[in-house]
């Protein structure tokens, strides 16, 4: 059971690149969603999903866009790197509702130069 | 929006003694939960209080929660070198049946053997 895989694990962009974080999971939730960590910082939320072709807004969605195909899948774009967005981000899921254990990824570091 | 704000920022103790941290928020919770972050890796559930529970006990894990002081208390006892991590408290303030949870800047908790 892999449970929220995310790849990738570290990821050096230049300015004005775009690039793709990949996140799975394997145990058909329905909630699925991506935070960014900074440096001395909580999670913040950027967005979320709860199911299949519904995705909405977090805390921080600007110069991210997300789809979500498939239950399993739920990919983060950033659309034209900035420095502002070298984080650490997380892939979470969890089953729908209220106080369900939520299940995060191993994380992927993120550096724009 | 920073919901939660746990308190120390960072605690050093020594292995056997007990660690309290400490975390206050802002608005009316439907629960509170807190998880642990080892360095370099994703968030790990602890455990869950939910609004009308006062306390709540996992192994050496006690959290307790005070609704009308806004505020919840971790206390890990006996601690031991492998509960060095920082712990983080999320509070999850409804709205749906999403769960999206607002992270607070966690407590850096170091233990010596």
């Known amino acids: 059971n892999a449970g929220v895989t995310q790849t990738p694990k570290f990821q050096v962009l230049k300015t004005g690149q775009s690039m793709t974080l990949q996140c799975a999971q394997d145990?058909?939730?329905?909630?699925m969603s991506w935070y960014r960590q900074d440096p001395g910082m909580g999670l913040r939320l950027i967005h979320y999903?709860?199911?299949?072709?519904?995705?909405d807004q977090g805390e921080v969605p600007n110069g991210y866009n997300v789809s979500r195909s498939t239950t399993e899948d739920f990919p983060l774009r950033l659309l034209s790197a900035a420095p502002s967005q070298t984080s650490v981000y997380f892939c979470?899921?969890?089953?729908?509702?209220?106080?369900?254990?939520?299940?995060f990824g191993e994380g992927s570091w993120l550096t724009v130069v | 929006s920073q919901q939660g704000e746990e308190d120390p920022q960072a605690l050093s103790i020594q292995e056997g003694e007990n660690a309290t941290m400490n975390c206050s928020y802002k608005?009316?919770?439907?629960?509170l939960q807190w998880y642990r972050q080892n360095s370099g890796r994703g968030l790990v559930h602890l455990i869950l209080?939910?609004?009308?529970?006062r306390e709540k006990h996992s192994g050496r894990l006690r959290v307790t929660l005070d609704t009308s002081k806004k505020s919840s208390s971790l206390l890990i006892t006996a601690s031991r070198a492998a509960d060095t991590a920082s712990y983080f408290c999320?509070?999850?303030?409804?709205?749906?049946?999403?769960?999206?949870?607002?992270f607070g800047k966690g407590t850096k908790l170091s233990v010596k053997p």
């Open positions: 608005t009316s919770i439907n629960n």
């Open positions: 999903s709860v199911g299949a072709g519904i995705t």
């Open positions: 145990m058909n939730h329905e909630y």
């Open positions: 979470a899921s969890s089953t729908l509702g209220a106080g369900n254990t939520i299940y």
């Open positions: 999320a509070t999850d303030v409804g709205g749906g049946s999403q769960g999206n949870l607002i």
């Open positions: 209080i939910r609004s009308n529970e």
